[in-house]
């Protein structure tokens, strides 16, 4: 192998960060304007696009209504999960040193589902109407975050493994509490088990503005703190003692971590229930094509993981029309082939 | 004038109310090779680990260049030191160039790229270990002694004073492990770097080494040069090995001989 000169192999990949960022958002944009003519209703792209820049003349109201109070929010939102729930798997990848983690790993999936079973079985409220789910779902999230944290902390240090354990051991606990519901709600009034079951599988179908604001607010700062330690992560991931004669503390990029992950994930899953996958494929899919540094890392995942799941929503919706399939089922049906896809080839390229 | 880059004083460390380092004390200078020898358990790595603040003693204080590392910050420890740790098995394919880079992490603010001056550096130091050409290639995909290699152009990358190594020739081949130690040494004289390095292998240690450390259940037993602290009275005391320590003309060095086992485990 002939090899390049250091500057050169260093620009070479700032190059294909830029490439593939660019490509990145090139591909949100077209994935966004086809999808957003797809439903149950065709509506052609010109028509949409005069819908969205409010050049409403002439379009039938329920086309105007279609795009503006059903499309548009549900794809933004689905972009906006699918970033959450991609930074999120990030982190945790980072952190565990392990291409298998997910927010599944630290229990903080389990833990939002047991408190959104909480109030559809119970009825269990901390807050009004549309929100009684979402905030039980987010309250149990951080909940978990919190047990795993301490219980995972030995000796004022973090190991990753105890923490890892101990996220498991909580997801294990939280899970078979959600059971435990279900049979309830199985005895209970007619639907309440279907509800659980559905927001089990993850489902945008109720998404609105509020949703997609509220997640949004949550998504950015998340990001930004994510990003701002990415570096660290980096050095975390070759070991910490490495990282801690680097000038990092492992312990403080431990904590953003988890932190971080647990706010957008708390967020996304609240409002869209369990939705399986993509952060464990998501990431994974970026660093088989852009490497493995968090720098680029983060920014990718929020930018694939919108495509990721605008994609597989707009399939979950329109497969069956008009039945409408949970999105757990889409993203997992079409990402698994897709990334073995990739594992095999890169497998053979690269020997790794 | 030779100047003195590190001081320990009176260090003590204990684990789960364990102790495990006992009033441990020495001086280390400008382009020393420094020897921590030990069995296991004597607190080799721990005394390694206090005097990066990886580890907070118990009691005692680290000087760097007549500073207390208690009152740095750990990017500002990671200016003046560098740590080589025992072993590193990374699970995702960083290339050796991206790990050299890491180097610079502790001079780099937040969200700066690495700059023009960087890469400089780094090529450097990967030109100084001899692994400018291996730099496109994954950690995974090299040899133990290359990725020992590369882990030492990163620490080089930090432009420190101090270099701390745990174990660098653990699992090396024979040839490997020289070429390690002969690295070590010329950048010990080549750049002033202090080099202190915690070593099972007494042999290497004793050619390589200016100064040896000899642990012995958490205290320092003896401290000098090497026909200083491996004595035979000592290194049958610790390791339970009689053995004998010469100076070797055809190597320029001191080279010990193992002579044979203690029987008994006699004090």
């Given at each position: 192998?002939?090899?390049?000169?250091?500057?050169?192999?260093?620009?070479?990949?700032?190059?294909?960060?830029?490439?593939?960022?660019?490509?990145?958002?090139?591909?949100?944009?077209?994935?966004?304007?086809?999808?957003?003519?797809?439903?149950?209703?065709?509506?052609?792209?010109?028509?949409?696009?005069?819908?969205?820049?409010?050049?409403?003349?002439?379009?039938?109201?329920?086309?105007?209504?279609?795009?503006?109070?059903?499309?548009?929010?549900?794809?933004?939102?689905?972009?906006?999960?699918?970033?959450?729930?991609?930074?999120?798997?990030?982190?945790?990848?980072?952190?565990?040193?392990?291409?298998?983690?997910?927010?599944?790993?630290?229990?903080?999936?389990?833990?939002?589902?047991?408190?959104?079973?909480?109030?559809?079985?119970?009825?269990?409220?901390?807050?009004?109407?549309?929100?009684?789910?979402?905030?039980?779902?987010?309250?149990?999230?951080?909940?978990?975050?919190?047990?795993?944290?301490?219980?995972?902390?030995?000796?004022?240090?973090?190991?990753?493994?105890?923490?890892?354990?101990?996220?498991?051991?909580?997801?294990?606990?939280?899970?078979?509490?959600?059971?435990?519901?279900?049979?309830?709600?199985?005895?209970?009034?007619?639907?309440?088990?279907?509800?659980?079951?559905?927001?089990?599988?993850?489902?945008?179908?109720?998404?609105?503005?509020?949703?997609?604001?509220?997640?949004?607010?949550?998504?950015?700062?998340?990001?930004?703190?994510?990003?701002?330690?990415?570096?660290?992560?980096?050095?975390?991931?070759?070991?910490?003692?490495?990282?801690?004669?680097?000038?990092?503390?492992?312990?403080?990029?431990?904590?953003?971590?988890?932190?971080?992950?647990?706010?957008?994930?708390?967020?996304?899953?609240?409002?869209?229930?369990?939705?399986?996958?993509?952060g464990l494929i998501v990431p994974h899919i970026m660093r088989m094509i852009i490497g493995p540094d968090n720098r680029i890392l983060f920014p990718a995942s929020v930018l694939a993981g919108a495509i990721f799941l605008i994609v597989t929503d707009t399939v979950a919706r329109t497969i069956m029309a008009p039945q409408e399939l949970p999105?757990?089922?889409?993203?997992?049906?079409?990402?698994?082939?897709?990334?073995?896809?990739?594992?095999?080839?890169?497998?053979?390229?690269?020997?790794? | 004038?030779?100047?003195?880059?590190?001081?320990?004083?009176?260090?003590?460390?204990?684990?789960?109310?364990?102790?495990?380092?006992?009033?441990?004390?020495?001086?280390?200078?400008?382009?020393?090779?420094?020897?921590?020898?030990?069995?296991?358990?004597?607190?080799?790595?721990?005394?390694?680990?206090c005097m990066n603040r990886a580890l907070s003693p118990s009691k005692g204080t680290v000087l760097v260049e007549e500073k207390e590392i208690g009152a740095m910050s750990r990017k500002e420890i990671a200016n003046e030191m560098a740590v080589v740790p025992q072993n590193c098995i990374i699970t995702f394919p960083f290339t050796s160039l991206?790990?050299?880079?890491?180097?610079?992490?502790?001079?780099?603010?937040?969200?700066?790229?690495?700059?023009?001056?960087?890469?400089?550096?780094?090529?450097?130091?990967?030109?100084?270990?001899?692994?400018?050409?291996?730099?496109?290639?994954?950690?995974?995909?090299?040899?133990?002694?290359?990725?020992?290699?590369?882990?030492?152009?990163?620490?080089?990358?930090?432009?420190?004073?101090?270099?701390?190594?745990?174990?660098?020739?653990?699992?090396?081949?024979?040839?490997?492990?020289?070429?390690?130690?002969?690295?070590?040494?010329?950048?010990?004289?080549?750049?002033?770097?202090?080099?202190?390095?915690?070593?099972?292998?007494?042999?290497?240690?004793?050619?390589?080494?200016?100064?040896?450390?000899?642990?012995?259940?958490?205290?320092?037993?003896?401290?000098?040069?090497?026909?200083?602290?491996?004595?035979?009275?000592?290194?049958?005391?610790?390791?339970?090995?009689?053995?004998?320590?010469?100076?070797?003309?055809?190597?320029?060095?001191?080279?010990?001989?193992?002579?044979?086992?203690?029987?008994?485990?006699?004090?």
């Amino acid at each position: 192998m002939e090899s390049k000169p250091i500057e050169r192999l260093h620009a070479d990949k700032r190059a294909k960060w830029t490439l593939a960022l660019l490509v990145l958002v090139a591909a949100l944009f077209i994935s966004f304007l086809i999808c957003i003519c797809l439903g149950t209703v065709y509506i052609p792209p010109g028509r949409v696009f005069d819908i969205l820049i409010g050049n409403t003349d002439g379009i039938p109201d329920y086309e105007v209504n279609i795009i503006q109070q059903v499309r548009l929010p549900r794809i933004l939102m689905a972009g906006v999960v699918g970033a959450c729930l991609s930074i999120a798997g990030v982190a945790l990848q980072g952190i565990f040193k392990n291409p298998m983690a997910s927010p599944s790993v630290i229990g903080i999936s389990q833990g939002a589902a047991f408190g959104a079973s909480l109030t559809i079985v119970l009825g269990f409220t901390l807050a009004e109407g549309d929100f009684a789910i979402p905030m039980a779902a987010f309250i149990f999230a951080m909940i978990t975050l919190f047990l795993v944290y301490m219980l995972g902390k030995v000796e004022g240090a973090l190991p990753t493994t105890t923490l890892l354990l101990a996220g498991i051991a909580v997801g294990a606990f939280f899970s078979a509490m959600v059971s435990l519901l279900q049979i309830l709600a199985a005895q209970g009034s007619t639907g309440t088990m279907e509800r659980v079951v559905f927001w089990l599988m993850g489902s945008l179908s109720f998404a609105n503005w509020t949703q997609f604001w509220i997640v949004l607010a949550f998504l950015i700062p998340g990001f930004i703190l994510l990003f701002a330690f990415s570096r660290d992560l980096n050095a975390m991931i070759v070991g910490e003692t490495h990282a801690s004669s680097l000038g990092v503390d492992p312990k403080t990029t431990t904590k953003i971590m988890l932190f971080g992950s647990a706010l957008v994930t708390g967020a996304a899953v609240a409002f869209t229930g369990v939705i399986a996958f993509v952060g464990l494929i998501v990431p994974h899919i970026m660093r088989m094509i852009i490497g493995p540094d968090n720098r680029i890392l983060f920014p990718a995942s929020v930018l694939a993981g919108a495509i990721f799941l605008i994609v597989t929503d707009t399939v979950a919706r329109t497969i069956m029309a008009p039945q409408e399939l949970p999105v757990g089922i889409i993203t997992a049906l079409m990402g698994a082939p897709f990334f073995l896809y990739l594992l095999r080839r890169k497998r053979e390229a690269t020997e790794w | 004038m030779v100047n003195m880059r590190l001081r320990v004083q009176g260090i003590e460390f204990a684990y789960n109310s364990v102790p495990v380092l006992k009033d441990v004390a020495f001086e280390a200078m400008e382009g020393e090779i420094i020897g921590i020898l030990g069995p296991n358990g004597s607190g080799k790595t721990t005394l390694l680990r206090c005097m990066n603040r990886a580890l907070s003693p118990s009691k005692g204080t680290v000087l760097v260049e007549e500073k207390e590392i208690g009152a740095m910050s750990r990017k500002e420890i990671a200016n003046e030191m560098a740590v080589v740790p025992q072993n590193c098995i990374i699970t995702f394919p960083f290339t050796s160039l991206e790990i050299v880079l890491m180097g610079r992490n502790p001079s780099m603010d937040r969200f700066k790229r690495e700059t023009r001056e960087d890469i400089e550096i780094v090529k450097t130091a990967m030109e100084a270990t001899g692994v400018t050409a291996l730099a496109a290639r994954t950690m995974n995909q090299l040899s133990g002694g290359e990725r020992q290699r590369v882990i030492i152009a990163r620490a080089l990358a930090q432009q420190p004073k101090i270099m701390l190594l745990d174990e660098p020739t653990l699992h090396l081949d024979v040839n490997h492990q020289m070429e390690i130690m002969e690295l070590v040494s010329e950048l010990a004289r080549r750049e002033k770097l202090t080099v202190i390095m915690v070593s099972h292998d007494l042999n290497l240690a004793a050619r390589y080494c200016d100064k040896i450390i000899l642990l012995d259940g958490g205290s320092v037993l003896a401290a000098g040069s090497v026909p200083e602290v491996l004595t035979q009275n000592n290194v049958e005391k610790v390791f339970k090995i009689k053995s004998l320590v010469q100076y070797d003309e055809r190597i320029d060095a001191y080279s010990l001989t193992i002579l044979g086992t203690v029987s008994g485990n006699g004090n």
